[in-house]
């Protein structure tokens, strides 16, 4: 997939703007053919040259650019000539879903085993333990904290669950 096909896509946009932040996003939505200097980058897009270079070890950190150095014989100063290297983003993304699946898994198990408590007034929530400590007042104002019924978070959670396996293809099972 080309790269402008791939940056026409929102979740790949959505992606990008979570790695790079909004003062890298031009340089990730930018990406030039064959390689470029941060210099440039930064002229071309009329950007702190900072901000471009914040971007480009972001994008490099998650294997979205590679960069080769040349030293310049007379001054010994070395310049980085940057390649962006986009391909990868389907499977970084995929690996992010991974992660999220593991981590809502883990969030589930653990609403799903505890009995919590909530102050309606501050808007806090207690595991029993807490709130039977705290005699089940609230410690910001002393309000009575009630037993809360967490069943509509749990559902949501396992239909995002089951819609994440369903895309990654992964066994309930597994």
Known sequence: MAFEELLEDPVIQKYLHELVGPKGMPVA????????????????????????????????ENDLASYRRLRDEDSGWLTYLWTFQYENIPENLEEEMYRLLDTLEDRNEYERNHEFYLCEVCSIRFEFGEAMDFGF??????????SMDNEMLVTAMEERIAALRDELNVDASA
């Open 137 to 146: 007042e609230c410690p910001e104002c002393g309000s009575p904290v009630e």
């Open 29 to 60: 939505a930018a990406p030039p053919d064959g390689e470029v200097t941060d210099e440039e980058l930064a002229e071309e897009l009329d950007l702190e040259l900072n901000d471009v270079r914040r971007a480009l070890f972001i994008l490099y």
